[in-house]
């Protein structure tokens, strides 16, 4: 009974004070301190207090370093250059071909410059391509053309082939316009360097260094777009084409979509371009005031003419 009447003696008043008339101060809940502590942690994720190294421990490795054989491998966008369409490599079946065989009148080209016997980073670009592909309702071949060239001059045209009937497998559907190539007389270099795509032999790993990256020409071999990574988003690839087919009346929806959207070299990706749509904007609110005041001096107009 006595600690039912202390608890009751101990309970605030509606107004805030206790029974004896002094401020009862609420302390703050455990769910206080953790809604604090997550609005905190951004302001520290990521922050280390280390310089250097720590003592007795192991150095503090900088994150932007490259090492030695990186330094010389990378892209250099060289938008709006002209490739030498004169170039000769092997195709799949062993036959040279020149590179202008695949390049076509209202046909964007995909150029790929990977190696067959590549232990993972080809693999993943090509099979990231073939994915976003099969989301494209177009076809290799009609629409645009996809070329894949081996930087590697050791790789085999039934390599070639065998890399071919994967992926088309994978594909899951005809397309005549994919092309597998592999290296004639250091071609892929002169091709590479004219696209500024930069790859160097690793001796001690046996393996070739370079980007992640696939490469959009025009119909006229001109470089027109570059996307990075090993997953490409078809809202992307469906622009990039558009943009290098220059007016090809079957992809005239993706060339409306090019007037809301452009290219952010810095989010390699096609982002929503806000001037546009701030003047589109702007243009349906002119109709829509007009297409008002129209109706309402029509009916003011009916209804006078009513009155006479």
Not at 76 to 97: R, Y
Request: glycine share 8%; proline share 7%.
């Amino acid at each position: 009974m006595s600690k039912i009447s202390k608890s009751k003696a101990q309970k605030p008043r509606p107004d805030g004070r206790g029974l004896n008339g002094r401020n009862i101060k609420p302390r703050p809940s455990g769910r206080g301190f953790l809604c604090l502590a997550l609005l905190a942690a951004p302001l520290f994720a990521g922050f280390d207090t280390r310089v250097g190294s720590l003592p007795g421990g192991p150095s503090v490795i900088d994150p932007n370093a490259r090492p030695p054989l990186l330094k010389s491998v990378g892209i250099d966008e060289k938008l709006g250059a002209q490739v030498d369409l004169s170039l000769v490599f092997t195709d799949e079946n062993g036959s040279p071909v020149a590179l202008r065989d695949y390049f076509h009148p209202g046909r964007p080209v995909i150029l790929n410059l990977v190696y067959y016997t590549c232990p993972m980073l080809c693999s993943l670009i090509l099979n990231g391509q073939v994915n976003t592909l099969k989301e494209i309702p177009w076809t290799p071949g009609n629409e645009y053309e996809v070329v894949t060239i081996s930087i590697d001059p050791r790789d085999s045209s039934e390599i070639a082939r065998q890399k071919k009937q994967g992926y088309l497998a994978s594909f899951g559907r005809s397309a005549p316009g994919w092309h597998f190539l592999t290296d004639y007389k250091e071609n892929v270099k002169r091709l590479a360097e004219q696209a500024g795509f930069r790859y160097e032999y690793d001796r001690a790993q046996k393996q070739y260094a370079h980007a992640a990256a696939i490469m959009i020409l025009t119909p006229e071999g001109k470089m027109a777009r570059y996307l990075y990574g090993v997953d490409f988003k078809p809202r992307d690839v469906r622009l990039a084409l558009a943009e290098a087919s220059q007016g090809r009346s079957s992809m005239a929806l993706e060339k409306l979509l090019l007037f809301c959207y452009h290219y952010d070299p810095q989010a390699n990706r096609y982002v929503l371009f806000a001037e546009n749509v701030m003047r589109a904007g702007g243009i349906l609110t002119i109709l829509i005031v007009g297409f008002t005041l129209w109706r309402l001096f029509r009916n003011e107009r009916l209804a006078r003419e009513g009155m006479a």
